[in-house]
């Protein structure tokens, strides 16, 4: 079965870190772009991260959290992660991992991480920052 599953979300307070996994099953993510989006309560999705598929594993960011997470991949684990620190209670929502994702540019100086509907994601994992 081709699935993604998202997993690492949890309660935490702000100032804190968490690291999310994506592993993937019945398909390899090596060659394919990944992108986590997150989805909070009566606001719009918004993709955080994005991985490329070349080989040089270019990474890009929303503004909103550019500077306090990471994404990077494991190929070995066929395993995408997102390294979330100095967490914000803004930053509460529902995470989820794609099997694609596209930078572009916004003027004069950021990006938008867009996730095409070819893609596909899990059930996603719940991020809370609270104290």
């Known amino acids: 079965q081709v699935q993604v599953v998202e997993s690492g979300g949890g309660l935490v307070q702000p100032g804190g870190s968490l690291r999310l996994s994506c592993v993937a099953s019945g398909f390899t993510l090596r060659g394919f772009a990944i992108g986590w989006f997150r989805q909070a309560p009566g606001k719009e999705r918004e993709g955080v991260a994005c991985?490329?598929?070349?080989?040089?594993?270019?990474?890009y960011y929303s503004d909103s959290v550019k500077g306090r997470f990471t994404i990077s991949r494991d190929n070995a684990k066929n395993t995408v992660y997102l390294q979330m620190n100095s967490l914000k209670p803004e930053d509460t929502a529902v995470y989820y991992c794609?099997?694609?994702?596209?930078?572009?540019?916004?003027?004069?100086?950021?990006?938008?991480?867009?996730?095409?509907?070819?893609?596909?994601w899990g059930q996603g994992t719940l991020v809370t920052v609270s104290s």
């Open positions: 991985i490329s598929s070349s080989g040089d594993d270019s990474t």
């Open positions: 794609a099997t694609d994702c596209r930078p572009v540019p916004k003027l004069p100086h950021s990006i938008v991480i867009l996730i095409p509907a070819s893609a596909f």
